[in-house]
Antibody, heavy 117, light 109 residues
Framework: EVQLVESGGGLVQPGGSLRLSCAAS????????MNWVRQAPGKGLEWVSV???????YYADSVKGRFTISRDNSKNTLYLQMNSLRAEDTAVYYC???????????WGQGTLVAVSS | QSALTQPASVSGSPGQSITISCTGT?????????VSWYQQHPGKAPKVMIY???NRPSGVSNRFSGSKSGNTASLTISGLQAEDEADYYC?????????FGGGTKVTVL
């Protein structure tokens, strides 16, 4: 059974850093199309970043240069390193995996990041 | 890139059919067969209802169907039920990102 479990969220001051983790089971992270998606309170879904099975990475303009997506094959875990955090980064962050293509078929339960002084 | 365009709200009575549109461009919706639709109830994670334009995951009711014409994709919910009341989002793959629609609140009258 495919499972995605996010962790690492919390309260952080503006300008601070946080690393989110997405522990996967039932499949191999490195062989799949993996994304981070966020949702600010009361707002819609916003794509944040992707890492392809081949290792290529892409970012939304709103986080480019501040966030880094990566994976640890030995831990079968996806990460999102978030630096220079801003109030507008406050959101629930979800990891999502594709199935047989470039979709987001499987989702985790999300982890809340709050950026505030 | 701009978000995909969805109506803010759609409503219908139980048993009726409703359709939610999702309009993009030839660089996203029109250029790839990777349009998905997600249902989200308050406080819950999104759940995929349709992927790759018209594929329905196992376990999703066949009352949900998807299609695409040009730069516009559509989600149809037939035989509307109270449990269908939720927010619905479309998404489309692009060459270097994914775009989401702004979301549509479906209300069952």
């Amino acid at each position: 059974e495919v499972q995605l479990v996010e962790s690492g969220g919390g309260l952080v001051q503006p300008g601070g850093s946080l690393r989110l983790s997405c522990a996967a089971s039932g499949f191999t992270v490195s062989s799949n199309y993996m994304n981070w998606v966020r949702q600010a309170p009361g707002k819609g879904l916003e794509w944040v970043s992707v890492i392809y099975s081949g290792g290529s990475t892409y970012y939304a303009d709103s986080v480019k240069g501040r966030f880094t997506i990566s994976r640890d094959n030995s831990k079968n875990t996806l990460y999102l390193q978030m630096n220079s955090l801003r109030a507008e980064d406050t959101a629930v962050y979800y990891c999502a995996r594709g199935r047989d293509g470039y979709n987001m078929y499987y989702w985790g339960q999300g982890t809340l990041v709050a950026v505030s002084s | 890139q701009s978000a995909l365009t969805q109506p803010a709200s759609v409503s219908g009575s139980p048993g009726q059919s409703i359709t939610i549109s999702c309009t993009g461009t030839s660089s996203d919706v029109g250029g790839y067969n990777y349009v998905s639709w997600y249902q989200q109830h308050p406080g819950k994670a999104p759940k995929v209802m349709i992927y790759d334009v018209s594929n329905r995951p196992s376990g999703v009711s066949n009352r949900f169907s998807g299609s695409k014409s040009g730069n516009t994709a559509s989600l149809t919910i037939s035989g509307l039920q109270a449990e269908d009341e939720a927010d619905y989002y479309c998404s489309s793959y692009t060459s270097s990102s994914t775009l989401f629609g702004g979301g549509t609140k479906v209300t069952v009258l």
